[in-house]
């Protein structure tokens, strides 16, 4: 992708949920330093897109920045969960990877694939389809999916299913803020009410020059510490007691 984006000369289209390091290094470098006739960046780049790994907060920060130097228009597309990157003549399609829940991709896991005159020819060909060549090994899936691997992913997920998705986009609640603590002591006795909570659990959003100056104290069972309990008073009589 950086390849082509350095590649282009003529035309340059990018649509994406957002940018890496990598990526928004290279449109700047086109944005300032290159005459590229058109230019096109279309981005989703919210606060989720960036939570689930679609897009670098500090490499979009820098590239709008770029782009609002020059006065170039970085474009907004809402919830858009695909790639496209046009470079002059060739396209290139693919599907962004969100790093909180994929790792990083190895070269045999592929998951775009690259339009140019060329690769159109040939794509019958590569999936297997060509009317001329039927005899000849496709490149892409020649790996078969064999039914016994299928009933595998389904005792796997059968031994232990998926969390609820509706429960997995709730469990995406960010917040910065302590809400709740629950502390169970059995065969012990408290004798110390009060804990001192870091200041990045219950303050994390403060500015950092402000953060070693913040206490933060929980007293739990404050209220009763000093309620009254009644006892039954139990009285014994000895022999030869009055």
Same mark, same amino acid.
């Given at each position: 992708? @950086?390849?082509?984006?350095?590649? =282009?000369?003529?035309?340059?289209?990018?649509? =994406?949920?957002?940018?890496?390091?990598? @990526?928004? $290094?290279?449109?700047?470098?086109?944005?300032?330093?290159?005459?590229?006739?058109?230019?096109?960046?279309?981005?989703d780049a919210d606060e989720e897109?960036?939570?689930?790994?679609?897009?670098?907060?500090?490499?979009?920060?820098?590239?709008?920045? =770029?782009?609002?130097?020059r006065g170039f228009p970085v474009r907004r597309q809402r919830g858009i969960r695909i790639g496209l990157l046009m470079a002059d003549d060739e396209v290139l399609v693919w599907a962004p990877a969100p790093l909180m829940f994929e790792a990083p991709r190895s070269d045999d896991e592929p998951n775009g694939l690259l339009f140019t005159p060329e690769t159109l020819q040939r794509l019958p060909e590569a999936l297997g389809v060509d009317p001329e060549q039927p005899a000849a090994k496709c490149e892409i899936g020649a790996e078969p999916l064999a039914h016994e691997e299928i =009933?595998? @992913?389904?005792?796997?997920? $059968?031994?232990?299913?998926?969390?609820?998705?509706?429960?997995?986009?709730?469990?995406? @609640?960010?917040?910065?803020?302590?809400?709740?603590?629950?502390?169970?002591?059995?065969?012990?006795?408290?004798?110390k009410r009060e804990m001192r909570l870091d200041s990045l659990i219950v303050n994390s959003d403060a500015p950092e020059e402000l953060q070693p100056l913040l206490h933060t104290t929980v007293q739990p069972f404050n209220t009763d510490a000093d309620k009254a309990v009644n006892v039954i008073a139990l009285y014994t009589t000895y022999p030869g007691s009055a």
């Open positions: 992708m @950086v390849r082509s984006i350095a590649g =282009a000369t003529r035309r340059l289209v990018f649509v =994406a949920p957002g940018v890496s390091a990598a @990526v928004a $290094k290279a449109l700047e470098t086109c944005l300032t330093a290159r005459n590229i006739p058109q230019i096109v960046i279309i981005l897109s960036c939570r689930l790994g679609y897009c670098d907060a500090p490499s979009l920060q820098s590239l709008s920045a =770029a782009a609002t130097k =009933a595998k @992913v389904v005792a796997a997920i $059968k031994a232990a299913p998926p969390a609820p998705f509706d429960l997995s986009r709730l469990s995406r @609640v960010f917040s910065s803020k302590f809400q709740f603590i629950e502390t169970v002591l059995r065969g012990a006795e408290l004798t």
